[in-house]
């Protein structure tokens, strides 16, 4: 089975503090992708990687960045977390030989106060 | 460009009465449709996905989606709803250019005993 990781369920953090959300994936998929969900607004794109070192912006980019040194590995990192932020921050790794089907992490619920 | 839209935020059925759950898209490309399910406290799981073989297409949990090109819609159905199909459901679209997914804004389904 794909396995997508989360490194944390739930984190508190005060605003103004530098927030990483960590993600690995195991199955060698080259594409992974960071989505916020809000209710009545469904999972919005942050960012996403289809290789090592590179990303594009998706469509609620400001505020976050992102890094992928490893395949397997693609870190989202609020800069200065602001109390918009709480939300839940999903990931998510695909790969074009299985159609684009994306196995997604259990998620982190972000609060911050 | 693509878009999702779901037609309903909330529905209500009893146990054992049909289930729809309804999805319209748009993109300029052929599309890649999915559906998604969210339960309580748990991660995105894939229900089906159409990649342009088979218009009716069946899932897990007997679930099935209908692609109709000439109303570009995706409906989701299920003959007869058990109290386990209460949940979160997301109608996803991809398309060619760009490998994320884009997503709807859920419907949620309530199942009355």
């Known amino acids: 089975d794909v396995k997508v990781t989360q490194s944390s369920r739930y984190l508190v953090k005060r605003t103004g503090e530098k927030v990483f959300l960590e993600c690995v994936q195991d199955?060698?998929?080259?594409?992974m992708f960071w989505y916020r969900q809000d209710p009545g607004l469904g999972l919005r794109l942050i960012y996403f990687s289809y290789d090592v070192k590179m990303k594009e912006k998706g469509d609620i980019p400001e505020g976050y960045s992102v890094s992928r040194e490893k395949k397997e590995r693609f870190s989202l990192i609020l800069e200065s977390a602001s109390t918009n932020q709480t939300s839940m921050y999903l990931c998510?790794?695909?790969?074009?030989?299985?159609?684009?089907?994306?196995?997604f992490g259990q998620g982190t619920r972000l609060t911050v106060v | 460009a693509q878009s999702v839209t779901q037609l309903d935020s909330h529905v209500s059925v009893s146990e054992g009465t049909p289930v729809l759950l309804r999805c319209n898209y748009s993109s300029s490309y052929s599309p890649s449709l999915f559906w998604y399910v969210q339960h309580p406290n748990k991660g995105l799981q894939l229900l089906l996905k159409?990649?342009?073989?088979?218009?009716l297409v069946k899932g897990i949990n007997g679930f099935e989606a209908e692609f109709k090109k000439s109303e570009t819609s995706f409906h989701l159905t299920k003959p007869s709803a058990h109290m386990s199909d209460a949940a979160e459901y997301f109608c996803v679209v991809s398309g060619t250019g760009r490998r994320a997914l884009t997503f709807g804004s859920g419907t949620r389904l309530q199942v009355q005993p």
């Open positions: 199955m060698d998929h080259e594409n």
């Open positions: 998510a790794s695909s790969t074009t030989r299985q159609g684009l089907e994306a196995f």
């Open positions: 159409y990649t342009s073989a088979a218009t």
